[in-house]
T-cell receptor, first 110, second 112 residues
Framework: KQEVTQIPAALSVPEGENLVLNCSFT??????LQWFRQDPGKGLTSLLL?????REQTSGRLNASLDKSSGRSTLYIAASQPGDSATYLC?????????FGTGTSLTVIP | EAGVAQSPRYKIIEKRQSVAFWCNPI?????LYWYQQILGQGPKLLIQ????????DSQLPKDRFSAERLKGVDSTLKIQPAKLEDSAVYLC??????????FGEGSRLTVL
């Protein structure tokens, strides 16, 4: 069974900074890894999905990388904005199951 | 393309009462998941359906929770009787496999 860990649990940065969120998993035999954003009281919105054969995916100011051999993924957010404040979760697909981390709570200070 | 629909968005009940949540997945998605998310934690899988068959319900508290997915489309999750510790957001998600998971807005349950 996968164990997914996200560090840090919480992060506070001033507007405009670039930042990196980390996700690690214990078993490298995954199909894909997905990053989500969750606003308070809302469901999870998919940000990026990296297939197991890929190394990274980009969408706008977001870039996610995957290193299966080391069991790590990073989500890079460029030029952070107050609207980026939310909880960011990663999930790995292993077989037909998804395993979630506990998330990183991001606050971007204007 | 319509997303995953869930209702109700919010529900407040007394302990020992019952509650039901409804989910309609994205059209064509064979796999449907119900997750429980307690404040400050990641989602925890309760049950996974493939079409109308159960794939995994190992973490579903079967003495009080039940779920069904009739005709392999929409699904209901029921809690009876509710306990204080059931206060959480109940998330429904659907998937077509490797393209990933798509979530609804969630149903927030408060048990008093």
């Amino acid at each position: 069974k996968q164990e997914v860990t996200q560090i840090p649990a919480a992060l506070s940065v001033p507007e405009g900074e670039n930042l990196v969120l980390n996700c690690s998993f214990t078993d490298s035999a995954i199909y894909n890894l997905q990053w989500f954003r969750q606003d308070p009281g809302k469901g999870l919105t998919s940000l990026l999905l990296i297939q197991s054969s890929q190394r990274e995916q980009t969408s706008g100011r977001l870039n996610a990388s995957l290193d299966k051999s080391s069991g790590r993924s990073t989500l890079y957010i460029a030029a952070s904005q107050p609207g980026d404040s939310a909880t960011y979760l990663c999930a790995v697909m292993d077989g037909n199951q998804f395993y979630f981390g506990t998330g990183t709570s991001l606050t971007v200070i204007p | 393309e319509a997303g995953v629909a869930q209702s109700p968005r919010y529900k407040i009940i007394e302990k020992r009462q019952s509650v039901a949540f409804w989910c309609n997945p994205i059209s064509g998605h064979a796999t449907l998941y119900w997750y429980q998310q307690i404040l400050g934690q990641g989602p925890k899988l309760l049950i996974q359906f493939q079409n109308n068959g159960v794939v995994d319900d190992s973490q579903l508290p079967k003495d009080r929770f039940s779920a069904e997915r009739l005709k392999g489309v929409d699904s209901t999750l029921k809690i009876q009787p509710a306990k204080l510790e059931d206060s959480a957001v109940y998330l429904c998600a659907s998937s077509l496999g490797t393209p990933g998971l798509f979530f609804g807005e969630g149903s927030r349950l408060t048990v008093l």
